[in-house]
């Protein structure tokens, strides 16, 4: 079955702090990899996906993400965080079918 | 690419009674799917619906839940009776169009279950 595990539940940064987020799957087949954001009081939106091609993939608001397939890993990267990107950081795949399966998902607070 | 709208935006009801949660498409989707965050947990899926069937559901989906397009355009995802456990954020999504495999996601109805 397909999992995906988020290991920072909540990550605490200072503006201009370099951020990365870890994220693992388990599926033995091909994969389609998402991160979503959640900010306050708002619905999902995504930040960046991945489908085939080039693992270093880029995405909103300064956001790339790595798919490391030896790892299953598709970790989020941003290299200067601001008081905005506080939010809810989701990690997600599908693959076999259309259902998305999330992770546990990552609470990300920037201080100015 | 047009929205996704749900309604309503908070629903309270009382354990044991009957919800109906809906979702529009602004333009004609065939294709949707149905999600539930629990407070402080993950999202999680529940069901996709394409063309008025059932295309797959999660072990969540019981009996107690069922989706209908009623009137040819909205979603409905329909909680016979409900449970204390019921109560999350219910969100509804659709493909991106041309793909299968990105999601639009609505603002979700915040279910509250007393």
């Known amino acids: 079955a397909q999992s995906v595990s988020q290991h920072n539940h909540h990550v605490i940064l200072s503006e201009a702090a370099s951020l990365e987020l870890g994220c693992n799957y388990s599926y033995g087949g091909t994969v389609n990899l998402f991160w979503y954001v959640q900010y306050p009081g708002q619905h999902l939106q995504l930040l960046l996906k991945?489908?085939?091609?080039?693992?270093l993939v880029k995405g909103i608001k300064g956001f790339e993400a790595e798919f490391i397939k030896s790892k299953f890993s598709f970790n989020l990267r941003k290299p200067s965080v601001q008081w905005s990107d506080t939010a809810e950081y989701f990690c997600?795949?599908?693959?076999?079918?259309?259902?998305?399966?999330f992770g546990t998902g990552t609470r990300l607070q920037v201080f100015p | 690419e047009p929205e996704v709208t749900q309604t309503p935006s908070h629903q309270v009801t009382q354990m044991g009674q009957e919800v109906i949660l809906r979702c529009v498409p602004i333009?004609?989707?065939?294709?949707f799917y149905w999600y539930r965050q629990i407070l402080g947990q993950k999202v999680e899926f529940l069901v996709s619906?394409?063309?008025?069937?059932?295309?797959?559901k999660s072990e969540i989906f019981d009996d107690q839940f069922s989706v209908e397009r009623p009137d040819g355009s909205n979603f409905t995802l329909k909680i016979r009776s409900t449970k204390l456990e019921d109560s999350a954020m219910y969100f509804c999504?659709?493909?991106?169009?041309?793909?299968?495999?990105?999601?639009?996601f609505g603002p979700g109805t915040r279910l509250t279950v007393t």
């Open positions: 619906f394409y063309n008025n069937e059932i295309s797959e």
């Open positions: 333009s004609n989707h065939l294709y």
């Open positions: 997600a795949v599908n693959g076999n079918t259309d259902k998305l399966i």
């Open positions: 999504a659709r493909p991106k169009q041309g793909t299968s495999d990105e999601q639009y």
């Open positions: 991945y489908f085939s091609g080039d693992p």
